[in-house]
């Protein structure tokens, strides 16, 4: 299913907003087993359906996206149901106001019918995090979704509707979209307003699109983008408008291509000859440092998740576990209502931040970061994209890994780069394994070329 199949059928007529609403619910309803939604907001889509209709009958242009039905991850303000972030902290918080990105695609006409399920305040790369259960793998139930964003990608997948929007700060679009067989984008750090989003790590968040394809990417990632007075993080010009520069020279990166599994590697090297049989250059480039980029983001992010989930304290607004003192009230909330894993990068982003041991860890990967950064720019300066597998293995099956943090971390290796340099990067299918499970292919762009990635995802997409 895509975007224009459904807004086709509701402007010719053949169909209405109300009936596309109706019969995405359905099918979310059906799906309940994959445990990919937490509420469905009916009352409200309905309401929004029928005035869009009516708008429509009248002979109004209500935008681009007029009557077709959308998921947003639960860690994104929405009017109508709870805001959880998958938590027990948030689990009965309702949105004073909508984020910045849903009122863009509302403007466009869409309409929100639901919210995905995630690892709990998205940490997590399989869904597993969360307080109300995994989330299951369309493709093999037995296996991940991946994560974060792992109930928005299943929910294309499952073909509930034709798109969701995800966040990702270190791989949680691109992963679950490799896991689950469909089109994950992340926009350029700033390119898509933060506000209303609850936070994870404020230096590499970023509000992406999950689709089937790479031009419903392109759509809704086009109506999202653009500078947000409420976000100071947000770039001054909206980078989808920029016009597309040819892309005529992969990279391969080198490190990317190094201890993943045989299959991964076999379906990356194909899609690798398929875009040299289109004609374009293909060389290999090497980043040397990207071999510290996982543990530069586990000390960087754990430190910003820290700070961004103190508010949490059971005083200004979520849950609240009475007890004898301020102290044990603060306490108490706070290990009923997060997560272990939560816990874990909450002690340990206290830990890097910590007097005596900021200067040998948080500002050390400070630096590092800069290298990083340092070193994807002379990439470009050989090539117009870089390509290279989204993760070393394809979904894993639930609980396989729930013992074994490192483990878990490791699965985020080829993501993390992107999220703390700040570039656009996509996850586009191709080859899947000899099981038939999903395998993904990565782009990332240089900062703020958005367009030549979704060009190049293009390109891939139809040969792959």
């Not at 259960?133 to 037995?142: F, H, I, M, R, S």
């Not at 936070?199 to 990632?221: E, F, N, Q, R, Y």
């Not at 240089?446 to 891939?460: E, G, K, P, Q």
Request: proline fraction near 5%; glycine fraction near 8%.
């Amino acid at each position: 299913m895509t975007i224009t199949e459904v807004r086709d059928r509701i402007r010719s007529g053949n169909s209405t907003a109300r009936a596309e609403v109706e019969a995405a619910i359905e099918r979310a309803e059906k799906a309940v087993s994959y445990n990919a939604l937490l509420s469905i907001t009916k009352d409200r889509a309905l309401v929004r359906a029928d005035a869009i209709d009516i708008r429509l009958r009248s002979g109004e242009d209500i935008g681009e996206l007029a009557g077709v039905p959308f998921i947003a991850k639960d860690n994104m303000l929405v009017f109508g149901t709870p805001t959880t972030a998958a938590s027990k902290i948030l689990e009965n918080f309702e949105a004073p106001f909508q984020a910045e990105c849903i009122e863009r695609l509302e403007a466009a006409g869409a309409i929100c019918i639901g919210k995905a399920n995630l690892d709990a305040f998205a940490h997590g790369g399989s869904t597993e995090n969360s307080a109300f259960g995994v989330t299951k793998n369309p493709v093999d139930a037995t296996r991940v979704a991946g994560g974060s964003s792992g109930g928005s990608a299943a929910s294309v997948a499952l073909g509930i509707v034709p798109f969701a929007l995800g966040s990702d700060t270190g791989g949680s679009i691109r992963e679950p979209a490799s896991f689950c067989g469909v089109v994950g984008f992340k926009p350029t750090y700033g390119t898509v307003s933060r506000y209303g989003v609850v936070a994870m790590a404020s230096s590499t968040d970023v509000i992406g699109p999950i689709t089937s394809t790479v031009d419903d990417a392109m759509l809704v990632t086009k109506i999202m983008a653009g500078k947000d007075e409420k976000d100071v993080t947000t770039l001054p010009e909206n980078t989808m408008l920029r016009p597309a520069k040819a892309v005529k020279t992969y990279g391969i990166v080198k490190e990317w291509l190094e201890g993943v599994d045989s299959e991964v590697k076999i379906a990356t090297e194909k899609a690798i000859e398929a875009i040299r049989a289109q004609g374009h250059e293909v060389r290999e480039v090497s980043l040397p440092t990207l071999h510290y980029a996982l543990a530069v983001y586990y000390v960087v992010v754990p430190a910003e998740v820290a700070s961004n989930l103190a508010r949490y304290d059971g005083i200004r607004y979520g849950q609240r576990v009475e007890a004898a003192s301020l102290s044990d009230l603060y306490t108490d909330t706070r290990h009923a209502g997060f997560m272990p894993e939560n816990k874990r990068r909450i002690l340990i982003g206290n830990y890097v931040l910590s007097s005596g041991y900021y200067d040998a860890y948080y500002k050390q990967a400070a630096k590092v970061r800069t290298r990083i950064i340092e070193e994807f720019e002379k990439a470009f300066e050989q090539c117009d994209v870089l390509i290279g597998a989204v993760s070393p293995v394809p979904a894993f099956t639930i609980g396989e890994r729930t013992d074994d943090p490192l483990q878990m971390y490791l699965a985020d290796v080829m993501t993390v780069p992107a999220s703390l340099a700040g570039l656009p990067a996509i996850s586009v299918p191709i080859t899947p394994t000899r099981a038939g499970l999903p395998i993904g292919l990565q782009i990332v762009g240089r900062r703020m070329a958005d367009v030549d990635v979704l060009m190049a995802a293009r390109d891939i997409e139809g040969v792959s």
